[in-house]
């Protein structure tokens, strides 16, 4: 099994809903996120996906979310925008352009982070 990963960050704001501490305000991130992709079969170049493909698919999900403030955008309407809720969305937005996606991770500082798969 083959396993790939390209990391990228992106900066943004938010407050936890329901939550009792400093982070119920507004506050922001410079995030990192990690990708890894995961596959069987390489293609006729020898790679399973091209990382800037990978690169690219993420960057276009991150630019929905850098230099936001994630409680207003309608993807965290209904939930707090945790580390693990921000993991799952960008998941489930690039599981839609990568199918051999296995997982998301998410740090919110260097020694903080949430990851998500499925």
């Known amino acids: 099994m ?7 960050h992106f900066s943004s704001a938010h407050h936890l809903l329901n939550y009792d501490g400093k982070c119920e305000n507004v506050h922001g991130h410079n995030w990192k996120v ?3 992709v995961q596959g069987e079969e390489l293609d006729k170049s020898g790679m399973l996906i091209d990382f800037k493909i990978l690169k690219q ?3 276009e999900v991150l630019d929905m979310l850098d230099h936001k403030d994630l409680n207003n ?3 965290f309407s209904n ?3 945790s580390s693990e809720n921000i993991a799952k969305f ?9 199918p051999p996606l296995k997982k998301v991770s998410v740090w919110e500082t260097e020694r903080a982070k949430a990851s998500y798969s499925e």
């Open 73 to 75: 955008l309608r993807e």
């Open 57 to 59: 698919h993420l960057d």
């Open 79 to 81: 939930i707090s925008p």
């Open 34 to 36: 990690e990708i890894i």
């Open 90 to 98: 960008i998941y489930k937005e690039l599981k839609k352009r990568l």
């Open 2 to 8: 083959f396993e790939l990963s390209v990391e990228s």
